[in-house]
Nanobody
Framework: VQLQASGGGLVQTGGSLRLSCAASGRTFSTYDMGWFRQAPGKEREFVARISRSGGTRFYAASVEGRFTISRDNGKNTVYLQMNSLKPEDTAVYYC????????????????WGQGTKVTVSS
């Protein structure tokens, strides 16, 4: 599985961005997907996870109500719509394929995209 994240950039506080993560292969619809982020000097943290069908979603408390994770299995792509962005959302965002374990634990994901940088200016 190869994951390619895109869509990052520079945005002002209160703005929006949509991240995309395209997956290779024909089994995309068989696994859950997640988004994580890592700010400078900090550990990688869970952002959101979506089930294989798209019917179940989980969010970190810090992004609940502002971010929306979705997926299009026909396009092998998972999205992260980010609204009302804050400077503390500045980070490199990674998409990842869920394998097993706790959905908020990075160790539960076995394939990772290369990351896309999001910078929110104040």
């Amino acid at each position: 599985v190869q994951l390619q994240a895109s869509g990052g950039g520079l945005v002002q506080t209160g703005g929006s961005l949509r991240l995309s993560c395209a997956a290779s292969g024909r089994t995309f619809s068989t696994y859950d997907m997640g988004w994580f982020r890592q700010a400078p000097g900090k550990e990688r943290e869970f952002v959101a996870r979506i089930s294989r069908s798209g019917g179940t979603r989980f969010y970190a408390a810090s992004v609940e109500g502002r971010f929306t994770i979705s997926r299009d299995n026909g396009k092998n792509t998972v999205y992260l719509q980010m609204n009302s962005l804050k400077p503390e959302d500045t980070a490199v965002y990674y998409c990842a394929k869920f394998y097993s374990g706790s959905y908020y634990d990075a160790a539960s994901y076995d394939y990772w995209g290369q990351g896309t940088k999001v910078t929110v200016s104040s």
